[in-house]
């Protein structure tokens, strides 16, 4: 196998894009565990990301207003989805199951056409 230097410089670090999910997904997922004031670790769990993903995406969400961040009685932090967050993930989702319809349609026309060429 051949490895370039640039290829091992940058191994262990991962940007939350390399993953298999997309950040439109972590996004949502993010968002829609914080249907309820959440802390940081109650998200980085549900997400399933690790915290310094959680805390970079959640500090991005809070900056483009989809989040609001309050202080529980204990001092943490915790999280909650703004209405304009509730609007993108609803958005979101909408797409996805239109996505996912389009996708069945394709695939029963590839199975029409295979079937028909036999």
């Given at each position: 196998?051949?490895?370039?230097?640039?290829?091992?410089?940058?191994?262990?670090?991962?940007?939350i894009?390399?993953?298999?999910r997309?950040r439109?997904?972590?996004?949502?997922?993010?968002?829609?565990?914080?249907?309820?004031?959440r802390?940081?670790?109650y998200?980085?769990?549900?997400a399933?990301?690790?915290?310094?993903?959680?805390?970079?995406?959640?500090?991005n969400?809070?900056?483009?207003?989809?989040?609001?961040?309050?202080?529980?009685?204990?001092?943490?932090?915790?999280y909650?989805v703004?209405e304009?967050?509730?609007?993108i993930?609803?958005?979101?989702?909408?797409?996805?199951q239109?996505?996912?319809?389009?996708h069945?349609?394709?695939?029963?026309?590839?199975?029409?056409d295979?079937?028909?060429?036999?």
């Amino acid at each position: 196998m051949i490895v370039s230097a640039s290829s091992t410089s940058n191994q262990g670090k991962r940007s939350i894009g390399d993953s298999t999910r997309g950040r439109m997904q972590i996004i949502a997922d993010i968002l829609s565990q914080c249907t309820l004031y959440r802390k940081t670790s109650y998200i980085m769990e549900k997400a399933n990301l690790n915290l310094e993903d959680t805390e970079s995406c959640l500090c991005n969400l809070f900056c483009r207003g989809l989040i609001q961040i309050g202080v529980s009685s204990q001092g943490y932090l915790i999280y909650k989805v703004t209405e304009k967050g509730r609007d993108i993930l609803e958005y979101y989702y909408y797409m996805m199951q239109e996505f996912l319809e389009y996708h069945k349609l394709m695939a029963g026309q590839i199975r029409e056409d295979y079937v028909d060429s036999y």
